[in-house]
Each structure stands twice: as structure tokens, then as C-alpha cells.
């Protein structure tokens, strides 16, 4: 009964969280996924918000979040590294060393191009391949808006239920996949 006479800053932010615990948000609304304090001290977290799979990193001083499974093959990739390739930060896939950067979810692979004299091993991009979601700030808590445009990127694949099967499928397999070191 206190705690509903009562209006102020801590209280209201107390109510708030457990408002948006409690209650499930409606689609395309902004999702609380934390205390700001909590989420760097943690520097990466998994939510699921409306059936989405979402890792939430810290990395120097800001946040990202993206889909939690990589669009490749299904690995996780919260145990991914985080290296600056080409200016961009990315996240390595600790299964396949797919690297994707964290603000456009872009796909990146080091290629020579033969028209070249003499060829260079350069970055090059694939394009966006896995989804990244809007991070927002307010008094000390952090929310997530998914990102539905556009309608579909290969990152949608391995989310949900069907993806869970997929996710299963692409484990059982094994690492049968060849992967291209760098200095290849």
C-alpha cells in the first residue's frame, strides 16, 4: 500500500521494472533488458524478447544488441571475441570464426581480388546478414526495440522454434565446414 501512495524516482523506476518483467511487451515496444550498472558489469546478457534470441554487449562504453545466434550456422555467439577489423567492431563466431560487425550486423571476409597486380588480401563485405536492434537509455535502465527492417536477414533463420530444430540440426552435424584462416 506504501509503494502506491508513494511517487518518486527510485520507487516509480522499481515499479516500472517490474511492470515490464511481469507483463509481456506488445511487438515492436521497447523491452527493459536491465540496469545500465548490471549490463556493464555483466558486459554481455541473453534475452529472449517476443521469441527472440538477443545478446546485449557492452564493449567501450556503448551497447549493442544483436541476434544471439550466428546467420552462418546456428552457433552462439556470446563466447565470441570482439576485435576491430578494418574500423569496424566485430564479433568472432567461436564455432565457424564468422566475423559480423556489431553496429550493422554487416558480414565480413578477407579475400584477394585477382584482377589485382599483385593481388592484396583485403576486407570485403557481404552485406547485413545478421539482425541488430535498437539499445536506448534512460535513468540507469537499458531497453531493446527489435528491429524488423528489413523483413528478412539470414541471422532470422536459427530464432524461434523452428530455429531452436534448425540450431539442433546444425550442432548434430558437426564442424564438417572448412574455415578460411586469415593469412590465408
Request: aromatic share 8%.
Amino acid at each position: 500500500m506504501f509503494l502506491l501512495e508513494c511517487s518518486g524516482g527510485v520507487v516509480d523506476s522499481i515499479l516500472t521494472q517490474r511492470a515490464m518483467e511481469e507483463e509481456e511487451q506488445p511487438p515492436g515496444e521497447l523491452h527493459f533488458v536491465g540496469k545500465r550498472d548490471e549490463l556493464i558489469k555483466a558486459k554481455r546478457s541473453f534475452r529472449t524478447l517476443e521469441g527472440r534470441d538477443i545478446l546485449i554487449i557492452h564493449h567501450q562504453g556503448v551497447f549493442y544488441a544483436i541476434d544471439c545466434y550466428c546467420y552462418h550456422a546456428g552457433g552462439t555467439l556470446q563466447d565470441g571475441d570482439i576485435e576491430d577489423i578494418n574500423g569496424k567492431l566485430c564479433i568472432i563466431c567461436p564455432k565457424h570464426k564468422y566475423k559480423i560487425t556489431l553496429a550493422e550486423g554487416e558480414g565480413l571476409y578477407r579475400a584477394r581480388n585477382p584482377m589485382e597486380k599483385p593481388p592484396v588480401l583485403r576486407w570485403y563485405s557481404k552485406g547485413v546478414k545478421q539482425r541488430v536492434h535498437a539499445v536506448t537509455e534512460a535513468n540507469g535502465e537499458v531497453f531493446v526495440k527489435l528491429t524488423m527492417i528489413p523483413n528478412w536477414i539470414e541471422s532470422d533463420y536459427y530464432q524461434g522454434e523452428k530455429g531452436k530444430v534448425e540450431r539442433a540440426k546444425a550442432e548434430a552435424s558437426g564442424d564438417d565446414i572448412p574455415v578460411m584462416k586469415d593469412d590465408e
